[in-house]
């Protein structure tokens, strides 16, 4: 009874009511999540409807201008080449990582620590010094066109920086280790059994794979396929540095709305509003209950 | 089926390879004489020696370290009291606050760039140092709190009972047993915090002042105009700092994995 006055009050189970100390604690992550989430929501929804003044400043209003621009078919395409870039690496990323998430997931106990290190040390190192080492690698006088040249496979360099392709070889050795951390996570509580079960039963290992081992990772391939194509839609960064800015992508063009010569916030607004509300589409389709349910179940 | 292990494991060699060749080759030239040329001309400790005189790159680091610091200590304060009130206590409407808390993981960083600089122009709060903390904290202290919160969904509560039960007071108890208990996360927590703080680039080119510029900051805009060996010395520094750094978090993850059975004591069937 001592503490039935407190905010501690005891209860029978493991999660208790709040009393007023409780929340009184809870206050600062509330605070910050109002602050520093909730309102910058609001306010970025608030100014894609403003209007952009003479000298960049922004009237605030109800206008659908910035809106409007949005659905410009030059962005359009803008947006749908960002799409496709981000598809693209999401789905490279996917065929090359998986196997080797289920290698690691599947290693022995001896080897797996060393293994899954191998694979952590990547991910956490800065995307920014890891694309910046391929620009060694890439470029026209670079290490690969010297050992090209070398081995006579070309008679003269080829162009590689600033390309697509060097964007995507940049995107998915960027994202590599974001599809295999989380398969990873499925693989390795994978039961053993219902593999075996399955070969038992006269699967070959082909249809084990589609029929069982597939379905069981499928909350770790969506996990997987969220955490790289949200990031590669947005990180303007890589392709700054290996495509050189020669070709737009969804998020170079919302950077120069704000940072660039082109300084137009309601517009950046209205972008990076209307590319959050792609996202949580994205994000419903991933996690409809219906399909976690299946791949639970 | 063995054949196709065999094809398996080359192929995890090879993604290694292609994982690991680039970070390589990017060390390798941080102490090659030649500047431009990717020949071998020598080795040399030239391009390290010039980092500690370049006073954009030591002004830039000083500034990261400080920022991830700050940011390292109110993630730990705010991720793990967070984690620790919602594990506890029932609160209403505390799944949207989870869902708010998570959204910056998750929300593109263009995004989240964007709206704090909006926000911190629209509040009247200068780009600074203070920005770029706030900025950074809203992102680095829900890794904080997911971490601690895996912890906690382990924890027996009768480790919090038996605290109470023997005359200590709530806070005591948090004190001397709960965060004890959650140590190691805490520890994986704050490095994960620190090293995301000091990595990071497109949120804190939304929210710094040119006094406030980050490291990774002054690297982006050298890395636009080409290849500076300086550029390989620094980021191979900032390399093995993070080998380390992962290298830790396994064995604190280790010995947590190894300590948590004990104090659950027999409980678990």
Known sequence: MRQADTAFESASGNRRAPRLTAYLLLTPLLVWVMAFVVAPALIILVYSFGERQVLGGVTLGFSLRSWARVGDPIYLAI???????????TLICLVVGYPVAFVVGRASERHRPLLLTLVMIPFWTSFLIRTYAWVTILKSEGLLNSLLLQLSWISEPIEMMYTPFAVIIGLVYTFVPFMILP?????????????EAALDLGAGPWRAFWKVILPLTRPGISAGVLLVFVPALGLYAVNDILGGGRVDMIGNVIENQFKGTARNWPFGAALGTALLGAFALAFWLTRRPGRADRAAG | MKAARRLLEAHTGLVLFFLYAPILVLVVYSFNEAKLNVVWKGFTLEWYARVWTDTGLVRSLQNSLMVAAITTVFSVALGTGGAWLLFRYRYPGERLLQTLVFLPMIVPEVIL????????????LELGFTTVVISHVTFCFPFVLAAVEARLAGMDPALEEAALDLGATPFVAFHK??????MPAIASGALMAFTLSLDDVIVTYFTASAASRTLPLEMFGRVKKGVDPSLNAISTVFIGATILA?????LLNRRGALTAPATQGGEKP
């Open chain 1, 79 to 89: 947006l749908w080449r960002s799409v496709e870039y981000a598809g693209i690496t």
């Open chain 1, 183 to 195: 398969i990873y996570g499925s693989v390795e509580k994978l039961d053993a059994s219902l593999i």
């Open chain 2, 113 to 124: 760039g964007v709206s704090l600089l909006i926000l911190f122009v629209v509040v009247r």
């Open chain 2, 177 to 182: 047993v709960i965060v004890p208990y959650l």
């Open chain 2, 246 to 250: 992962v290298l830790t978090t396994q």
